[in-house]
């Protein structure tokens, strides 16, 4: 095969060792800050929607204002699970926010 002189050829493990080492470097205690007075953010609890969705009916939906797909997803899971629910969604923005419509459809 002819090959520019400049040219490096990097076998697949190397390289992903070498953009780990760039991506991220090793950590050095120095650099890290103490900071005081962070508040704690609260506790999301799994499946935190189980109880509103075990409420609706088939046919009944709910926009859920700033929530993503994924946050609801545990949720979903297990009331597929247990309770054999269905449910259908969408991003929307409605009421001048983003959010989740989900509908119960089973």
Do not use: Y
């Amino acid at each position: 095969e002819d090959m520019c002189p400049a040219c490096i050829v990097i076998s697949k493990p190397r390289l992903k060792t070498a953009l780990d080492a760039v991506l991220n470097p090793p950590l050095n205690i120095a650099d890290i800050v103490i900071e005081k007075d962070v508040p704690l953010p609260g506790l999301r609890r799994a499946g935190q929607f189980t109880d509103l969705f075990l409420k609706m009916e088939t046919g009944d939906s709910v926009f859920l204002p700033g929530v993503e797909r994924n946050a609801f997803k545990h949720s979903q899971d297990q009331l597929r699970k247990s309770h054999d629910f269905r449910f259908a969604t969408r991003k929307v923005h409605e009421k001048g926010k983003d959010g989740l419509r989900v509908w119960r459809t089973a």
